[in-house]
Nanobody, 120 residues
């Protein structure tokens, strides 16, 4: 069993900042890629940022330059620092990890989602 626990969402004014965290636990041997996705009402889920086990990061066009993804491999945690937030960043944010279990199986796990609301 793998559990992802997200935290850090909330309500913030435009121009403000939030930091999301997602901690993984369970029978995990290693974690490969860690991702943040978001889904706004009436829209498809979109990839916000991704980071490899080696620390290489990629960002969606709409957040590049404002958001920073990072990870702490020892804590099995991925972070998303969100600065200069805009109302269009309002969405439920989900973490997603690609991992190798102690059993030798590989898998993909999703967090429960955390709401981010940016007021204008």
């Amino acid at each position: 069993q793998v559990h992802l626990v997200e935290s850090g969402g909330g309500l913030v004014q435009a121009g403000g900042s939030l930091r999301l965290s997602c901690a993984a636990s369970g029978s995990i041997l290693s974690i490969n890629v860690m991702n943040w996705y978001r889904q706004a009402p009436g829209k498809q889920r979109e990839l916000v940022a991704r980071i490899t086990s080696g620390g290489s990061a990629n960002y969606g066009d709409s957040v590049r330059g404002r958001f920073t993804i990072s990870r702490d491999n020892a804590r099995k945690t991925v972070y998303l620092q969100m600065n200069s937030l805009k109302p269009e960043d309002t969405a439920v944010y989900y973490c997603n990890v690609n991992l190798l279990l102690v059993s030798g199986a590989t898998g993909v796990s999703w967090g429960q989602g955390t709401q981010v609301t940016v007021s204008s």
